[in-house]
């Protein structure tokens, strides 16, 4: 029986994604030196054809780290002597925060309660704010912040560096990238590869406040500092030996997805989103758990399932769906369901009748 990842990530492999993988064991491309003409090639392929996809301005820098966490603690350390402020909604948000205390800076946070948003147009930053800390779409619950009203902040401070965990959005979401200074992801989410790496898009003006930093005696770590990145990526390098391959399909995964159209993967991601929330608000047994339309995630679809009878996940995993469970202590009372590009309309569709039979 053929499975289909709803988890939240590692999640379904984009449709293409083993076939790329196959074709890189086969050509060499997975023993191929991080040094060599050949990789510094898929290195100015992938970052140009993401740029392009994603509409990102040419003058940032696209760096490469291990995982999306990864990312978390390089922003906070390139970007902050002492003052961050993080927007937690969740375990996500919370975890940015909590790198910067472990980081050894004094992050100050907003918290909005579960399931819920922020009203991001009435609150005044204080002076001393070097980064604003933000998680588009917040994993654990559910909840997605209009990327607009982000926007709209960015424009009302734009002395403070700001940066976005786009990790569970991307590319679903349309990010102005000139309002922000670090945009990240990881690819085993809605790019639909293996986990093993992540990708930041960093500004001018992040990587001078790294120089600064370390001008100052400031440690910015020994590894991946954005310095460091920067001058390796203008050579179209790594400082470290990278996942080559996981860089090679990526490149070949953006490019069967810029042949699809990145509108039409947006719109087809509504379209599914759609037929999830409308199944959920009719019916008795599931409910989505965030209630306010506004915030309501179009890409992790977060479901009460206290009123239905059985193990869900079990009842949906003997038919070949799998799906996420609910995050930290709402794990027996929630399921997470994924709604990636991967994931086909039919697909959706499918799930939706099964839990209807549940
Ligand atoms: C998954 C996720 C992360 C962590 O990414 P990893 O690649 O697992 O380290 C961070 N933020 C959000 C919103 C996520 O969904």
Redesign the pocket.
């Known amino acids: 029986m053929k499975k289909i990842f709803f988890t939240?990530?590692p999640a379904e492999l984009y449709p293409t994604t083993f076939k790329h993988f196959q074709k890189g064991f086969q050509t060499g491309v997975a023993s191929l030196s991080h040094r060599s003409r050949e990789f510094r090639e898929i290195f100015q392929e992938v970052t140009t054809d993401l740029k392009k996809f994603l509409q990102i301005p040419d003058d940032y820098y696209v760096f490469f780290t291990?995982?999306?966490?990864?990312?978390?603690e390089r922003t906070i350390q390139n970007c902050v002597e002492k003052y961050s402020l993080h927007f937690v909604n969740g375990a996500?948000?919370k975890?940015?925060y909590q790198s910067a205390i472990e980081l050894g800076k004094k992050p100050s946070l907003i918290e909005a309660t579960a399931g819920d948003g922020f009203d991001l147009q009435n609150l005044s930053i204080p002076k001393k704010i070097e980064l604003v800390c933000l998680?588009?779409?917040?994993?654990?619950t559910g909840v997605m912040t209009p990327v607009y009203e982000i926007e709209l902040l960015s424009k009302k401070y734009p002395e403070k560096l700001f940066a976005l965990?786009?990790?569970?959005?991307v590319p679903y979401v349309n990010v102005n990238y000139k309002l922000f200074d670090v945009v990240f992801?990881?690819?085993?989410?809605g790019f639909g590869l293996p986990?093993g790496m992540?990708v930041m898009i960093v500004s001018k003006r992040a990587v001078k406040k790294s120089k600064e930093l370390v001008k100052k005696g400031i440690s910015i770590g020994s590894y991946h500092g954005f310095p460091t990145l920067m001058s390796s990526a203008k050579k179209n390098e790594t400082p470290e030996t990278p996942p080559v391959l996981h860089m090679y399909v990526l490149k070949k995964v953006i490019k069967d997805m810029t042949k699809i159209g990145i509108e039409k993967i947006q719109k087809e991601t509504d379209l599914k989103a759609k037929l999830l929330y409308e199944f959920l608000d009719s019916n008795k047994k599931f409910s989505a758990f965030v209630t306010n339309p506004k915030f309501r995630s179009k890409t992790?679809i977060v479901v009460d399932i206290q009123k239905a009878k059985g193990d869900i996940r079990k009842i949906l995993a003997d038919k070949g769906l799998l799906i996420g469970s609910g995050y930290g202590k709402n794990k027996n009372t929630q399921i997470r369901i994924a709604n990636f590009p991967a994931h086909s309309v039919q697909d959706v569709k499918r799930l939706i009748k099964e839990l209807s039979l549940v």
Do not use: L, M
């Open positions: 939240p990530g291990g995982s999306g966490t990864e990312a978390i996500f948000s975890r940015f998680t588009h779409n917040e994993s654990s965990d786009v990790v569970s959005s992801f990881s690819v085993q989410k986990a992540g992790i």
